[in-house]
């Protein structure tokens, strides 16, 4: 967590000035670029702006309260009952109650929520669910339940994005999304008077954009953080805040699960590392990684052809269809992978992310830090494989989630770290357990 | 000298007061050797006095190893049953590898106590035991193999807690916590058996409890808008009671509670007059409190202030007045613009050595070194704050202390009523708030 720690904040001190540090300064414009939408789910740089959860992460991932101010359970876990932050309004003024918040989160999940029932019960709001839910309070700080209004003061569905974080929409005209400063937070007023948000940006122009001072934060992948170093960029990294897994879609011609088991063997996790991946990242055969779990070194991350080819026998598939949620470099690893795979009888063939289903799937789920139980529930959760909750004793943990890898449909490779590339005039940006940028504590050394 | 007899010059020329002593040391051989036998069994003595009160207060200390190896034993005893395992150890922590024998004597006779025997490589059960850990605690893994099965068995164990050790200054900062709470502290002050603090939404007084605490009154303040993301806060002695000021809020009040005038007599406005940034030090005669005009917005003053000083101050975080070597008195000023500044003399001159300050300092009269002491914040990581005292012989701030971790960054200072010590706010892990009372003492 130490080595979370210290380098989730972006290195200032090469940036520092003569005079003496100060206190943060309020006011200014931050631009921030990035290539997703801002809205999408997990990781939309917007939606932490913008929404907050009834429970957040502190930096070392613990759960602090958020939208509400303490919660309890009973009934083994099935029941939760969270009792609101009094006194706060979303951003049309909107006071915040158990009605819109039940109304919000049944929106944010819809039909795949984790609990079965959810009310208001005076200031508070219950969640009732008939297995235990001992990682609710962690669940409910991730990106999928962050309270967007979705009834106004009148009853009727408000017009845009109204919700209770440190930033409200002003607009967006030409690929920026404008933010500014909710005076009334119930956090406190944000530092930054604004946050202009340029999506849709390639990386190229957004280290163009820094380099020439047009920009002050800017994404750095995984990939691309060697290069940041050799530039002596600011950068605020958050390690193992990803997981590069490959879903294996277990019906079709991938039923069979030792099919599946020897695709899990042919994989090389050490060209993805130190070839695709420039060594930013850690192999991990594991879901959780070791810095989380402690008995990551359990699971043996190495390459094995020979019982690739010994689990495949002599069954035979038809071409299989992989494609990965990303661009450039996500499609490189997805092409190795196609490679390690024929080595061992596996015709693959890459097709567009917009083909669904496929039999493979390279993706990069979200890593939340914090409780190992929590983190898991909510990987499984985001690759769409919820499990039953589990405690947080490690041997409990551990038989989880060898249960859940001995299915072969979610295949850990590595864990990446998130991070961004900061200009000289940002000072104070921390990256969350989660790797998001915490922007609203972000304040700029030159604001008037 | 021989024998340790200290050789008298006495009236000999110094050549044969040496030659005299070999002589009486020649002399005396025997006797000599029975005093240094003598010694030698006195020293002996002493030696195991030493040793046996070092080994009694080793086993006063317990091993902080003892208890996760005895569970972690228990574990794989469950798994192998009585009978013999070659145990391997491997380290993948910041366990140190001196402790790996202890570790590893401990496991096994934690083991043969209940009944596995440690073998060598003949055995047909091997345990392996991997000293792990994640960023929150430590995680020691033992896999029990046993022909082609292998089963798992784990323990947490604790980092436990380790403080940096404070390095020798001239004046050493001594650190008394107060006060914690799990809401934000913006300001406090002590008045006897009385605590007023103020949050960002209210001020609470406080009672004292045994050696604690406990809320007595809140007096909330009406709903406000437009609040800093780090409000600030300050609460002054004012004649019988305090006056505080919290973000756009002033308060006035007394200590203590009067049921017959109805709970606490304390009441707050929404209002813009200048705060009372102090109590200041000054020079006795001079005693005086500075005001200073705070906008809310910027969560700075603005440099106008009263009385006028007589030059134009610019927008500041922090002042103090500072007595200087001609008996004058001086404004020190953390600018906003992070310079250093001492408005004396109808003007404003930099002060160096400041680089490592943060925002907020704060003046103690010590007594030691040159007598009065700046005490100020890091300009450190936020997590990692520190506090340390500076003296200004000049217009150099030259380091009196070194500096006094925080587990925490500091979001207030201020001088205590008495002069003689400052207060500090500590936001720590959890955003627990801590007010803590720093004392400078003459090392």
Redesign the interface.
């Known amino acids: 967590m130490l080595r979370r720690f210290a380098i989730s904040c972006a290195l200032i001190a090469l940036a520092l000035p003569a005079a003496a540090r100060t206190r943060p300064h309020y006011g200014g414009t931050l631009r921030v670029e990035a290539e997703g939408d801002p809205w999408q789910r997990p990781g939309g740089l917007a939606r932490r702006l913008v929404f907050d959860g009834l429970t957040t992460f502190d930096a070392r991932g613990a759960v602090q309260p958020g939208l509400a101010v303490e919660w309890s359970s009973d009934n083994n876990d099935h029941r939760w009952q969270f009792r609101l932050r009094p006194k706060v309004h979303f951003h049309d003024g909107t006071l915040l109650t158990s009605v819109n918040a039940v109304a919000a989160l049944q929106a944010a999940c819809a039909s795949a929520c984790p609990w079965s029932q959810l009310r208001a019960v005076g200031s508070s709001v219950v969640f009732v669910s008939d297995a235990p839910m001992p990682n609710l309070p962690a669940l409910l700080a991730g990106d999928e339940f962050l309270l967007a209004l979705t009834i106004g003061a009148d009853g009727k569905t408000p017009g845009g994005s109204a919700g209770t974080g440190a930033f409200q929409v002003a607009g967006f005209v030409n690929g920026v999304l404008t933010l500014i400063a909710n005076e009334g937070c119930w956090r406190g007023r944000p530092f930054a008077d604004t946050v202009e948000l340029r999506v849709h940006r390639t990386l190229r122009d957004q280290w163009l954009d820094l380099s020439v001072g047009r920009a002050d934060v800017v994404e750095a992948p995984a990939e691309l953080l060697r290069q940041a170093q050799q530039q002596r960029l600011n950068v605020a990294a958050q390690p193992d805040a990803e997981l590069l897994a490959l879903q294996v879609n277990d019906a079709g011609p991938l039923a069979n699960p030792m099919l599946r088991a020897a695709i899990a063997a042919a994989v090389d996790r050490s060209s993805l590392e130190n070839v695709i991946f420039q060594k930013q990242g850690e192999m991990s055969a594991s879901l959780l990684p070791q810095s989380l779990s402690g008995y990551g070194f359990l699971f043996p991350a190495e390459q094995d052809l020979n019982k690739a080819q010994a689990l495949r026998g002599g069954l035979s598939t038809p071409p299989l269809t992989m494609n990965a949620d990303g661009g450039g470099t996500l499609q490189l690893a997805a092409q190795r992978i196609a490679l390690d795979l024929r080595a061992v009888g596996f015709n693959v063939q890459m097709v567009a992310a917009s083909v669904q289903p496929t039999n493979l799937a390279l993706r990069r789920l979200p890593l939340t830090g914090g409780a190992p139980a929590a983190a898991l529930d909510a990987l499984l959760r985001a690759a769409g494989q919820p499990m039953a909750g589990v405690g947080d004793n490690p041997a409990a943990l551990y038989k989880a989630e060898r249960e859940a890898l001995d299915r072969h449909t979610l295949i850990p490779l590595l864990a990446l770290p998130r991070a961004y590339a900061v200009g000289a005039r940002v000072r104070d940006l921390c990256l969350s357990s989660d790797g998001s940028p915490d922007l609203a504590d972000a304040s700029l050394e030159d604001a008037p | 000298m021989p024998g340790g007899e200290p050789a008298s010059s006495g009236a000999f020329p110094r050549e044969q007061a040496v030659d005299t002593a070999n002589d009486i040391i020649r002399a005396n051989g025997k006797l000599r050797r029975k005093m240094m036998a003598m010694r030698l069994r006195h020293w002996v003595a002493v030696a195991l006095v030493v040793c046996g009160a070092m080994v009694s207060r080793a086993a006063a200390v317990p091993n902080p190893w003892e208890q996760p190896a005895a569970a972690l034993a228990e574990q794989i005893a469950a798994l192998l049953g009585p009978g013999q395992a070659r145990i391997t150890l491997r380290n993948?922590s910041t366990v140190s590898n001196d402790d790996l024998p202890a570790i590893r004597k401990l496991l096994a006779q934690d083991l043969k106590a209940r009944g596995v025997v440690v073998a060598g490589t003949e055995s047909a059960s091997t345990v392996r035991v991997?000293l792990?850990?994640?960023?929150?605690?430590?995680?020691w893994?033992a896999?029990v193999v046993e022909g082609s099965e292998t089963q798992?068995?784990?323990v947490?164990v604790d980092r436990g807690a380790t403080r940096p050790a404070q390095t020798a200054g001239s004046l050493l900062l001594r650190r008394q916590v107060v006060f914690t709470s799990a809401e934000q502290v913006l300001a406090a002050l002590e008045e006897g058996a009385w605590l007023v603090i103020a949050e960002?939404d209210a001020l609470v007084l406080y009672a004292k409890s045994g050696d604690g605490w406990s809320e007595s009154r809140r007096l909330a303040f009406v709903?406000r808008?437009?609040?800093?993301?780090?409000?600030r806060g300050v609460i002054v002695t004012n004649g019988e009671g305090f006056e505080a000021r919290a973000g756009a809020m002033r308060c006035e009040g007394r200590f203590g509670v009067d049921d017959a005038a109805g709970g606490w007599p304390a009441q707050c406005s929404e209002s813009d007059d200048p705060w009372i940034w102090g109590p200041l030090i000054a020079p006795s005669e001079a005693s005086t409190k500075l005001k200073a005009f705070f906008n809310a917005?910027?969560?700075?003053f603005t440099g106008v202030v009263t009385p006028n000083l007589g030059v134009d101050l610019p927008p500041f975080?922090a002042a103090a007045l500072v007595s200087r070597a001609a008996g004058n008195a001086a404004l020190l000023l953390?600018?906003?613009?992070?310079?250093?500044q001492l408005a004396e003399s109808g003007g404003l001159k930099n002060v160096s050595g400041?680089?490592?300050?943060?925002?907020d300092f704060a003046v103690v009269q010590s007594g030691c070194g040159a007598g009065v002491q700046v005490i100020a914040s890091s300009?450190g990581?936020?997590?990692s704050d520190s506090l340390r005292a500076y003296e200004l012989p000049a217009l150099e701030a030259v380091p009196a202390s070194a500096p006094l971790a925080v587990e925490g960054s500091v979001t207030a200072l201020w001088t205590a009523p008495d002069g003689k010590s400052v207060y500090v706010v500590v936001r720590g892990?959890?955003?627990r708030y801590e007010v803590d009372r720093v004392t400078a003492l003459c090392d």
């Open positions: 993948l991997t792990s850990e994640t960023g929150r605690e430590r995680l893994v896999e798992v068995a784990m947490r960002p709903e808008r437009g609040e800093a993301r780090d409000p917005a910027r969560n700075s975080y953390g600018g906003v613009d992070g310079k250093v400041t680089r490592d300050w943060g925002s300009s990581a936020a997590a892990a959890g955003d």
